[in-house]
């Protein structure tokens, strides 16, 4: 019987070994670049469809961008075009050149659940209870959607919301977990109050520490006594005039699988901290304890580790801001187009609570890098749109690599950031495989 493996599984094993069985590449060991050269070369180019004018340039251990997209699509009510990772509890992401729109259309958001949505069709939501409560709430109260819309002020922000495992597919040896490529990200229009006017009101004591949610999912197991997910944020973030209690996006009643009737909103960090069918809201006298806030969840080695190492639960610590990242949305991955044409690029960047400052294009594997056009956000912690002309100097094969730099300096790696245990913050180059005609 002959196993077929595929090709991420092939390089996840050994990415130098699987360059050299399927091109003839090897890794200069200093550069990390790859050479490939007579049959592996004329392999690849017939792989991909064109020659490569800057293969010598390609760094080892690394899946043309051309096989690296997935086209298996699925669908389920509301959504269109998103590739289903897992259907219990149901997570599913966006493929890049879906979210080309400025604003995240609600059919095109990722869907990432930790346990099993509650039944919300038949409730009137305005009737929908949350409690505001907790060891450093001085008034604790319990108020209705109804009530929450009818005493607060409103306000309507564009913000993104990224899973902090986007990008986990790629980490080497493989990580746990939902196997996300580059789609767990959005920045949908959102509605709803500040967190921080409510909190005000109920009374937010000096040692406050950590604000967290608990809310109406059901674990997996189905016991009741258990929680999926209970997260929250230090104090200092709760309060930001973009942490938000929503309950509309895009001008719609949040979708059943993003919360209905509402959730908590804290842009910038993983989307783990914004709860969906939110219930209780609690103000800590400590770092919240609750389900996935403990052990290896959404944390990262505090000092770098190497690949594979087992890290301790005590050497980990919490995921705050998310790091700077872009993405290319047109074109598609796999165009074609004639050397005699300037291509049209474009795409997003953000950098979690900070501000992108610029962004580069390559087109020669990060051997050099152009500056694209970059608009400023609309608000704060909404992603930026970048865009730029590209022009080829001959046909074959190409990938366009983007790279943000956010306000302190900081840019992404051309290839993987350090490795961690569950595949967090990959913000490693977004790039795509473009073939250039005559």
């Known amino acids: 019987m002959t196993i077929k493996r595929g090709l991420h599984e092939f390089y996840a094993e050994n990415p130098e070994l699987a360059d050299e069985i399927l091109w003839g590449r090897k890794a200069n060991k200093i550069t990390r670049r790859g050479f490939v050269k007579g049959s592996g070369l004329a392999a690849m180019s017939a792989a991909v469809g064109a020659i490569i004018p800057f293969a010598h340039l390609m760094p080892g251990g690394l899946i043309p961008a051309a096989f690296a997209q997935s086209d298996d699509a699925f669908s389920i009510p509301g959504k269109s075009g998103l590739i289903l990772l897992n259907d219990r509890p149901i997570n599913a992401e966006t493929p890049a050149h879906l979210l080309d729109h400025p604003v995240t259309p609600t059919s095109r958001l990722f869907v990432r659940n930790n346990g099993i949505p509650p039944s919300t069709w038949d409730i009137d939501p305005l009737e929908w209870k949350i409690s505001i409560e907790g060891e450093a709430c001085e008034n604790p109260i319990t108020i209705t959607l109804g009530e929450l819309q009818k005493r607060y002020k409103q306000h309507t922000l564009q913000l993104q919301i990224e899973c902090g495992g986007n990008g986990r597919s790629e980490f080497n040896p493989p990580a746990k977990g939902n196997q996300w490529t580059t789609g767990a990200i959005g920045c949908p229009e959102w509605t709803g109050i500040r967190l921080r006017d409510i909190l005000k009101d109920c009374g937010v004591s ?77 103000i800590r006298d400590r770092i919240h304890d609750g389900a996935k806030m403990n052990g290896q969840s959404y944390r990262v080695p505090c000092k770098p580790v190497a690949p594979g190492m087992s890290v301790a639960d005590e050497d980990m610590c919490i995921i705050e801001s998310m790091p700077v990242k872009s993405l290319i949305t047109f074109p598609k991955s796999g165009i074609e187009s004639s050397v005699t044409k300037l291509l049209q690029v474009r795409g997003h960047a953000w950098a979690g609570d900070n501000r992108v400052k610029k962004v580069h294009t390559s087109i020669d594997f990060g051997a050099t890098w152009q500056k694209t056009k970059l608009k400023k956000a609309v608000n704060r912690l909404a992603w930026q749109h970048f865009t730029a002309t590209m022009d080829f100097p001959e046909p074959g094969y190409y990938e366009i690599w983007v790279r943000a730099t956010d306000d302190i300096g900081r840019a992404q790696p051309m290839l993987l950031p350090g490795w961690n245990p569950r595949g967090y913050l990959n913000n490693a180059c977004h790039r795509i495989a473009v073939m250039i005609t005559a």
């Not at 230090?234 to 005039?241: G, M, N, R």
């Open 206 to 282: 000096d040692n406050a520490v950590y604000v967290a949610y608990e809310a109406a999912d059901m674990h997996l197991s189905g016991d009741p006594t258990k929680r999926p997910i209970s997260r929250g944020v230090p104090v200092q973030k709760a309060l930001e005039k973009e942490s938000m209690i929503v309950w509309a996006m895009n001008g719609d009643p949040l979708p059943e699988l993003h919360g209905f009737p509402v959730r908590m909103l804290c842009a910038g960090w993983p989307a783990s901290v914004s709860g969906k069918w939110l219930t209780r809201i609690l």
